[in-house]
């Protein structure tokens, strides 16, 4: 009996790997034959059921007996079940790195079985592509546990976007909200309804302060909702042009700068094909160029249906000026199966994958982890990011329930954390009105401890600008803090626990506790005079649940005195000399034609030429310069625009002086510290540290001289 399901089994997953092409298990000779040892693995995996320790022990010696015999399905059907419930053993038990390790591990199995285009035998909700899909949320709360890391307050330099604040964050609230604090605005607006654009801006300056403020050299978020939300709604948009070009005008000639929301949520509209949303977004977009002060919104929701991501909506960069996102939080730590109430660390419970998924449950600790997915997609196309509505549930309507501690907890944390943790958000706007027929309450005057909550964390995190034309502080990572001048420093630590739990932060500092809180965002004063001049360390522990972790060990290096400093002149920046070199350069094996000059031992190369020489492969990146900002930009996957001016060669004349670049780098939206010297007025960088940052190989070797290989990642 065991022989004939070993090769029905067998001839399943070699008819799948010949109609995939790729999935020929690795086992695949005559008829899959357990090793003899394994069927006391089998007979004590049973026996482990409910125990923790020995799931992950049996895993593990079943794990080291089949995964040498090669991916084959059923090497991966025996291996992902059980990889998967090690996985969530050691996260029960407080272990995330084993909870890591063993989630890799499960995807490595489900990602065969899924190419092979097989479906899970031991669930009806899953198949390996939703099972995958929760496995990368779930990692991606797993590894944001592992990182407990400390931010200092700085002052905010130049943001690195055309679009936003110079400085700081953008924050609002809807137009018929009854707070007027910010001269910022959220408006809606629905795409033909039965007035225009220009009425409602006409009933908005006669109804609402906030909007009035925001129209006088402010700034109004339009959310321009689809009617109805699907296909058919963006079709509509593409036979309107009188509507649209009246609507544009109507905002184009207000005193305002306006961030035109265009369909948002289609992500998790019940229908809505991609290429339609697409050219209705670019329809709009084309014609909103001819106003200067309208940019442009893709905004879609936090959570996408399981069968679209956010980047198949996205209409591409040339029409995109921020990427922005809608998140509400209401469950309370609630299953995502609501029939299994609040969540629990136990064997019983087996729906943290939905969880996961979801940003509930379990996870419904941090809601920085769930919009995660969208800030990559800004970090990878160089945008700035807009919370463009959010809410905080502090009662159900239905249920009458109360999740006041709840939502301000909630609320506490994303505020504090928001563009501390995540730099690229400019601008965040809250949903504080009634939303007639709704299940949830996030209002804010309706409850004194969320107003109180909100208040608090925007003004102690002190970057949200409550003037748009301000300027704001910021928040920077304690390694890259700079000391000099000051008497105390401000310090938060960031530290994500998954669960339901208080958690705790001791600061270190020489070793020594200094300091213990429980409240988020773990603020501490540092009081840099009380320490004296040298060095000294700072550490933080923290603990939350089952649950513990500890930042880096950072090193303070403090001058004989912190009284602060009379303000100087600029230091000229440092000089070295520069040389013209010949050295050669090949990319892919063609020669190039860059301008290279020799600083010390190392070249230095223009990133304008490196991107001339990759443009049109897989590894081209395009260039930007922000003059008032004085800034460097660089984003992978974009092609690159030539000035004309690339791949001029070898540098006439002889030495010359090279002076330390002052101008900020960005790669990717992430200032980069790299060396750079700008000789000419240009900016000459390592061949290296391009490679590490753009992620394309570099290589030398003697007689051949330096090459970059395209189908390569750097190493």
């Not at 089998?42 to 320790?53: K, M, N, R, T, V």
């Not at 921020?322 to 087996?350: C, E, L, P």
């Not at 000419?680 to 960088?685: K, R």
Request: aromatic fraction near 12%; include cysteine.
């Amino acid at each position: 009996m065991m022989n004939k399901l070993m090769h029905r089994l067998f001839s399943c997953a070699l008819a799948a790997a010949l109609m995939a092409g790729l999935c020929l298990p690795a086992s695949a000779y005559g008829n899959f034959k357990y090793p003899s040892a394994y069927w006391k693995l089998h007979s004590a995996w049973e026996a482990a059921a409910g125990d923790p320790d020995q799931v992950i022990s049996v895993a593990q010696k079943t794990y080291d007996l089949l995964n040498p015999l090669g991916l084959g399905q059923d090497v991966c059907e025996n291996l992902e079940p059980k990889a998967k419930l090690a996985s969530w053993a050691c996260e029960i038990k407080g272990d995330i790195a084993g909870a890591i390790t063993w989630a890799e591990r499960e995807r490595t199995y489900a990602k065969w079985l899924n190419e092979c285009g097989l479906t899970p035998s031991y669930t009806d909700r899953y198949d390996y592509t939703d099972l995958l899909q929760s496995i990368e949320s779930r990692l991606e709360c797993l590894r944001a546990a592992q990182k407990v890391t400390v931010y200092a307050q700085s002052s905010d330099s130049a943001s690195p976007y055309s679009a936003g604040p110079r400085t700081g964050t953008w924050y609002g609230t809807p137009v018929d909200s009854p707070r007027s604090d910010t001269n910022a605005a959220l408006m809606y607006v629905t795409f033909q309804d039965s007035y225009s654009v220009a009425y409602w801006i006409d009933y908005y300056n006669r109804t609402s302060e906030s909007f009035r403020k925001a129209a006088n050299g402010g700034v109004i978020e339009v959310a321009w909702n689809f009617n109805p939300e699907s296909t058919a709604g963006a079709q509509a948009v593409l036979g309107a042009d009188s509507y649209i070009s009246e609507s544009l005008r109507a905002l184009g000639g207000l005193n305002a700068t306006i961030l035109l929301r265009v369909g948002a949520e289609m992500n998790c509209w019940s229908s809505c094909d991609p290429e339609v949303y697409k050219q209705a977004f670019r329809k709009i977009a084309t014609a909103a160029r001819s106003y200067s002060n309208i940019q442009m919104v893709f905004s879609p929701n936090d959570i996408s249906n399981r069968n679209v991501t956010h980047a198949d909506y996205y209409p591409g960069d040339g029409y995109v000026d921020w990427i922005g996102m809608s998140t509400y939080h209401n469950t309370q730590y609630v299953s995502y199966d609501k029939s299994q109430g609040t969540a629990s660390y136990t064997f019983g419970y087996n729906k943290y994958y939905d969880d996961a998924y979801y940003g509930v449950g379990i996870y419904d600790h941090d809601p920085l982890i769930t919009i995660k997915p969208i800030i990559d997609l800004a970090k990878a196309h160089n945008k700035p990011v807009m919370i463009s509505e959010c809410g905080f549930a502090y009662r159900n309507r239905s249920g009458g329930q109360d999740l006041t501690a709840y939502a301000a907890e909630q609320l506490n944390w994303f505020y504090s954390y928001i563009n501390m943790v995540y730099p690229q958000v400019k601008a965040v706007f809250y949903f504080d009105t009634t939303f007639q027929g709704g299940e949830y309450d996030y209002v804010l005057s309706g409850s004194s401890t969320l107003s109180a909550a909100y208040e608090k964390a925007i003004r102690e995190n002190g970057a949200y600008l409550s003037d748009v034309k301000g300027s704001a502080t910021g928040w920077e990572t304690l390694d890259k803090a700079s000391l000099t001048g000051r008497n105390t420093l401000r310090l938060a630590t960031y530290a994500s626990f998954p669960g339901k739990h208080s958690t705790t932060v001791n600061y270190y500092v020489d070793g020594k506790q200094v300091y213990s809180t429980s409240q988020a965002p773990f603020y501490y004063d540092l009081n840099l005079s009380g320490l004296g001049g040298g060095s000294h360390t700072l550490k933080v522990e923290a603990k939350g649940g089952q649950f513990n972790g500890s930042s880096q060990t950072y090193t303070l290096q403090l001058g004989g005195s912190t009284t602060p400093i009379t303000p100087e002149q600029p230091e000229k920046p440092a000089e070295a000399k520069a040389m013209p070199t010949n050295d050669k350069l090949t990319c892919d094996g063609e020669p190039q034609n860059a301008t290279v000059y020799k600083i010390g031992s190392s070249n230095y190369f223009k990133i304008r030429d490196l991107a001339a020489i990759l443009n049109g492969t897989e590894k081209q990146f395009s260039v930007g310069y922000d003059g008032a900002a004085k800034a460097v930009t660089a984003t992978s996957g974009q092609p690159y625009e030539s000035t004309g001016k690339e791949l001029a060669g070898a540098a006439a004349g002889g030495e010359r002086t090279a002076q330390v670049s002052n101008d900020a780098i960005y790669i990717n939206g992430e200032e980069a510290k790299v060396s750079v010297y700008k000789i000419g007025g240009s900016n000459y960088f390592k061949l290296r540290d391009l490679g590490k940052a753009l992620d394309f190989y570099v290589g030398y070797e003697a007689g051949k001289g330096m090459y970059i290989e395209t189908d390569k990642s750097y190493e």
